[in-house]
Nanobody
């Protein structure tokens, strides 16, 4: 059974940093595209960042470019989301996701992902 488990969320003040982790089990995700999405209360889930199977390519939504960095450690079957200079508008539940097939690209569309974690809450106070 494939599982993605996020951790690292919490309550922080604006300007602080957090690092989210997503550990995969049940299957190796080396070579598979991975992504981070978030959903704020009353809003639709939105793309945050994604990384290709090899880790050589990454992409981000405009509002987090320069502040968030996605990375992966294939040996640990883990991806990370380093979030710096957090803003109140970053408050949301953050989800990691994985594709079902190997990919040399990264994807911003949630429809490209088959596996999803349960989410971790990030709250940024002003």
């Amino acid at each position: 059974q494939v599982q993605l488990v996020e951790s690292g969320g919490g309550l922080v003040q604006a300007g602080a940093s957090l690092r989210l982790s997503c550990v995969a089990s049940g299957r190796t995700f080396s070579g598979y595209g991975m992504g981070w999405f978030r959903q704020a209360p009353g809003k639709e889930r939105e793309f945050v960042g994604a990384i290709s199977g090899s880790g050589s390519s990454t992409g981000y939504r405009d509002s987090v470019k320069g502040r968030f960095t996605i990375s992966r450690d294939n040996a640990k079957n883990t991806i990370y989301l380093q979030m710096n200079s957090l803003k109140p508008e970053d408050t949301a539940v953050y989800y990691c996701a994985g594709t079902r097939t190997r990919s040399g690209s990264y994807y911003s569309s949630s429809s490209m992902y088959f596996y999803w974690g349960q989410g971790t809450q990030v709250t940024v106070s002003s």
